[in-house]
């Protein structure tokens, strides 16, 4: 996955495609006359382009693209105290999307953690991710470690892309998710590069959504990070029992249940 990717659509400029739509001609725009009267409306092929960019540019994982809060599975957890825990972080994640806009205004993120790996967090910041998108907001998604290696590219002087142009991508998108936050190994630049990037969106009010293996507290990430990151985001525990494995099985049996009844 490539960080630098742009949306290609902006929602007020126009529309480019490879073959005219009828509707519109491929300017995006349909005319309209009316008792004497010229005006446009957005084709759906805009909207359409719009929410394809909108994907492009949020770099989800494709392994998660049809995930979405009310597809979330909950019934994966086997152990009775996982199942109150997602519950409840489940519960506490609907009531933060119901309220989004205001949370949205606030600059009001998420920090989802366990210690366990696979238990789940990054198929939930995947589904709101995607929900996010629906709702029209433009999201980027990436692991830390993929921050890291972008920036390092950036150094590479037959990059078009430099760390400056890079850093600003990702503290001005409206919405950023960094995917295992803390499992990389923090090197005294890495912590200033994050500090960088956390402080101006703490600043700009802009919504961050983190997962990671460690509690806020445990993170080697200087005060100054952790301290923006306490005052911006709702802390979400998660169980502490994996079920990547249970849910990589049971899309195995469905599979091969289809196989079996073609």
Same mark, same amino acid.
């Given at each position: 996955? $490539?960080?630098?990717?742009?949306?290609?659509?902006?929602?007020?400029?126009? $529309? !480019?495609?490879?073959?005219?739509? #009828?509707?519109?001609?491929?300017?995006?725009?349909?005319?309209?006359?009316?008792?004497?009267?010229?005006?446009?409306?957005?084709?759906?092929?805009?909207?359409?382009?719009?929410?394809? !960019?909108?994907?492009?540019?949020?770099?989800?994982?494709?392994?998660?693209? @049809?995930?979405?809060?009310?597809?979330?599975?909950?019934?994966?957890?086997?152990?009775?105290? !996982?199942? +109150? =825990?997602?519950? +409840?972080?489940?519960? %506490?994640?609907?009531?933060?999307?119901?309220?989004?806009?205001?949370?949205?205004?606030?600059?009001?993120?998420?920090?989802?953690?366990?210690?366990?790996?696979?238990?789940?967090?990054?198929?939930?910041? +995947?589904?709101?991710?995607?929900?996010?998108?629906?709702?029209?907001?433009?999201?980027?998604?990436?692991?830390? $470690?993929?921050?890291? *290696? /972008?920036?390092?590219?950036?150094?590479?002087? @037959?990059? &078009?892309?430099?760390?400056?142009?890079?850093? @600003?991508?990702? #503290? /001005? =998108?409206?919405?950023?998710?960094?995917? @295992?936050?803390? =499992? /990389?190994?923090?090197?005294?630049?890495?912590? &200033?590069?994050? %500090? *960088?990037?956390?402080?101006?969106?703490?600043?700009?009010?802009?919504? $961050?959504?983190?997962?990671?293996?460690?509690?806020?507290?445990?993170?080697?990430?200087?005060?100054?990070?952790?301290?923006?990151?306490?005052?911006?985001? %709702?802390?979400?525990?998660?169980?502490?029992?994996?079920?990547?494995?249970?849910?990589?099985? /049971?899309?195995?049996?469905?599979?091969?249940?289809?196989?079996?009844?073609?």
């Amino acid at each position: 996955m $490539t960080l630098s990717r742009k949306a290609s659509t902006s929602e007020s400029g126009t $529309t !480019s495609t490879d073959s005219k739509c #009828q509707q519109c001609g491929g300017t995006g725009w349909i005319r309209h006359r009316e008792d004497g009267k010229e005006y446009f409306s957005e084709c759906e092929c805009r909207k359409k382009q719009i929410e394809e !960019s909108r994907l492009r540019f949020a770099n989800i994982p494709v392994t998660f693209k @049809d995930m979405r809060l009310k597809n979330f599975n909950i019934a994966a957890y086997k152990d009775e105290k !996982s199942k +109150a =825990t997602i519950r +409840a972080a489940c519960k %506490y994640i609907k009531q933060y999307m119901s309220c989004f806009e205001s949370e949205h205004k606030d600059g009001m993120g998420l920090y989802l953690y366990s210690d366990t790996k696979g238990s789940g967090k990054t198929r939930m910041a +995947a589904s709101i991710a995607n929900e996010l998108v629906d709702m029209g907001y433009q999201v980027k998604f990436s692991l830390s $470690t993929e921050i890291i *290696q /972008e920036i390092k590219r950036t150094w590479d002087r @037959d990059n &078009d892309l430099s760390e400056s142009k890079l850093l @600003d991508q990702l #503290q /001005e =998108t409206d919405i950023l998710v960094i995917d @295992d936050f803390g =499992t /990389e190994q923090v090197a005294g630049w890495i912590n &200033d590069k994050f %500090y *960088q990037i956390i402080n101006n969106r703490y600043v700009d009010h802009r919504v $961050t959504i983190f997962t990671s293996n460690y509690p806020l507290e445990k993170l080697e990430y200087d005060d100054r990070i952790t301290n923006r990151m306490k005052e911006v985001s %709702y802390l979400i525990a998660f169980p502490e029992e994996s079920v990547r494995e249970k849910i990589a099985a /049971e899309k195995n049996e469905a599979m091969l249940h289809r196989v079996a009844g073609r």
